[in-house]
């Protein structure tokens, strides 16, 4: 199953660099070896998400778009249904998420929601 553009427009997508940096300041993260989950609690009760590459993970900013683009198919595949609402969640691209497997990163992600006690039902 791939993202659609309604299971994204069921997250609301963080957009300024404050909400990114909130996110890292006052939530939890947890590394897996296809991408890094970052999430926060937020006031608002709804489901954000947020994604970032830096060039330090790839000097290419179109093999940095393509693990960007990958990382938004799996949050829409797995975040609407699972994740809990009132999270900010911030997925970062590793030089890995370019090459593995889409079934792993899916289960990259859960790992991590389940390590973060963030699954809303399992």
């Given amino acids: ?64 778009n393509r693990i960007k683009r990958r990382l938004r198919a799996v949050a829409a595949d797995i975040l609407p249904q699972t994740a809990v609402s009132g999270t900010d969640y911030v997925l970062i691209g590793r030089p890995e998420t370019l090459s593995r497997p889409y079934a792993d990163l899916l289960r990259d992600l859960r790992w991590c929601l389940k390590k973060m006690d963030l699954l809303d039902n399992v």
Wanted: proline share 0%.
């Fill in 1 to 64: 199953m791939h993202a659609t553009a309604h299971q994204l427009a069921q997250l609301q997508t963080l957009k300024k660099r404050a909400d990114f940096i909130k996110v890292q300041k006052t939530g939890r993260r947890w590394v897996s070896n296809g991408l890094i989950l970052q999430a926060a609690a937020n006031a608002s009760g709804y489901k954000g998400i947020g994604f970032t590459v830096s060039k330090r993970v790839d000097k290419s900013a179109v093999r940095r």
